[in-house]
């Protein structure tokens, strides 16, 4: 008979650190049904270095912890992972990219810091709004809800984001040496994040669910906040049930 390993819950919740997308702030989360009982800890991201704020993360909590993530976000957890793998208990990941910037990607962060540059943040923020949303023209309300959370960020930690933007740098071997349980979400319609990246996510995830919900676009938490519900719910029950002792991977 094969033995089972002995399984035991955290003697305590495991924090839950949560990192908002570029020009997004706590308010993302707002319909998110957090897992009752953990506590919930969001990270500000206001430093221009993909490193810098992995580090912040790190430091946000003592001990395990999960990480949720969004965009930008997400990459700065990748970051995280690839600094202290065994501080992370779970990850779940939504509406991101683990690749390494592209020549056109550069560009684009370089356009938008110049208007910021010239006092022109409104005008970045509508440059970005309409990839936030399934469709290009979101309703006028959805839109102002966008605009006021990027207001609240505010030009310098946006100017800031951008240039942490240019510090990514490819996350597949991060990911490849994850020892924890993760989820992947992702938008059918997010076009600034689409499907195919996610699945690029999860397979370099040793222990990784992908779930893509219909119909939504990048700001995941807003459009279908019961979805990603769920997933966290669905990841904490994997982290409370895996055997206590991870088994160390081989070297090669």
């Given at each position: 008979m094969t033995a089972v390993p002995h399984v035991e819950p955290p003697s305590e919740p495991l924090p839950l650190v949560v990192v908002p997308g570029m020009m997004c702030d706590p308010s993302?989360?707002?319909?998110?049904?957090?897992?009752?009982?953990?506590?919930?800890?969001h990270l500000e991201l206001g430093k221009p270095d993909i490193g810098a704020l992995a580090d912040d993360l790190l430091a946000r909590v003592s001990g395990p912890f999960?990480?949720?993530?969004?965009?930008?976000?997400?990459i700065v957890a990748f970051e995280a992972l690839?600094?202290?793998?065994?501080?992370?208990?779970?990850?779940c990941v939504m509406s991101t990219n683990a690749g390494a910037p592209r020549p056109e990607q550069y560009a684009a962060w370089r356009a938008m810091e110049g208007l910021v540059d010239d006092g022109r943040f409104a005008d970045a923020v509508e440059q970005t709004l309409p990839g936030m949303f399934p469709t290009p023209r979101p309703s006028s309300e959805?839109?102002?809800?966008?605009?006021?959370?990027?207001?609240?960020?505010?030009?310098?930690?946006?100017?800031?984001?951008?240039?942490?933007?240019?510090?990514?740098?490819d996350a597949i071997d991060a990911l490849r040496g994850a020892r924890c349980p993760a989820v992947?979400?992702?938008?059918s319609?997010?076009?600034?994040c689409?499907?195919?990246?996610?699945?690029?996510?999860?397979?370099?995830?040793?222990?990784?669910?992908?779930?893509?919900?219909?119909?939504?676009?990048?700001l995941l938490p807003w459009q279908e906040p019961s979805a990603v519900?769920?997933?966290l719910r669905d990841l904490l029950g994997r982290v409370r049930t895996r055997p206590t002792a991870c088994p160390t991977r081989p070297a090669f």
């Open positions: 993302l989360w707002a319909e998110v049904d957090f897992p009752e009982g953990h506590p919930v800890l999960v990480v949720v993530g969004l965009s930008l976000g997400a690839r600094r202290s793998p065994e501080r992370i208990a779970g990850l959805s839109a102002e809800r966008y605009r006021r959370m990027a207001r609240a960020v505010g030009p310098d930690a946006a100017r800031a984001q951008l240039a942490a933007q240019s510090t990514r740098r992947v979400l992702s938008g319609r997010d076009a600034l689409p499907p195919d990246f996610h699945q690029v996510i999860a397979s370099a995830l040793p222990d990784a669910e992908l779930r893509t919900v219909p119909d939504a676009g990048h519900s769920d997933a």
